[in-house]
C-alpha cells in the first residue's frame, strides 16, 4: 500500500501469511509470544496506548490483508481458469476419439476402400 515503508509490507505479510500477531511500534525484536504475556502480566505496550497508532496499525493490517486476499482470489482464479481449459481440452480429446472410432469403424464396413469425393 502507499502508506507503508518500503519493505514494511513484504514483513507484515509474513506476520499474517504465519497467523502471528503484527508488532506495533516499540514491540520490534520482541516475539509474539513474549509481547502477548507482558500484556496479560499488566503492561500496555508504546504502541496499545495511542488511538493515533492504533488507527495506523489498522490501516496497515487492512492493505496486507487485502493484498492477501488479492493474491489468494487470483491463485483461485488461475485454477479455475485451468481447470475450465483442461475440461474443454478433455472435450475436444473425447469428440476426436469418437470421430476417429466412427472412421475406422465406416473404414471396416466398406473394406477399407477409399472414399470418392
Known amino acids: 500500500g502507499g502508506a ?6 513484504d514483513a507484515i505479510a509474513a506476520f499474517v501469511q504465519k497467523n502471528m500477531r503484527i508488532p506495533r511500534r516499540g514491540e520490534v525484536g520482541w516475539q509474539s509470544d513474549e509481547i502477548e504475556k ?3 502480566s499488566g503492561f500496555v505496550m508504546s504502541g496499545s496506548r495511542h488511538k493515533r497508532m492504533n488507527a495506523i496499525r489498522i490501516r496497515k493490517e487492512n492493505q496486507i ?3 492477501e486476499e488479492k493474491r489468494a482470489l487470483a491463485l483461485i482464479t488461475f485454477e479455475e481458469k485451468q481447470q ?6 478433455n472435450d475436444f480429446r473425447d ?3 469418437e470421430r476417429q472410432r466412427k472412421q475406422r ?5 466398406t ?3 477409399p472414399k470418392e469425393g
Open 38 to 40: 507482558l500484556e496479560t
Open 111 to 113: 473394406g477399407g476402400a
Open 95 to 97: 469428440q476426436l476419439k
Open 4 to 9: 507503508l515503508m518500503p519493505g514494511e509490507g
Open 84 to 89: 475450465a481449459e483442461n475440461k474443454l481440452i
Open 105 to 109: 469403424n465406416a473404414d471396416a464396413a
Open 65 to 67: 490483508y487485502s493484498a
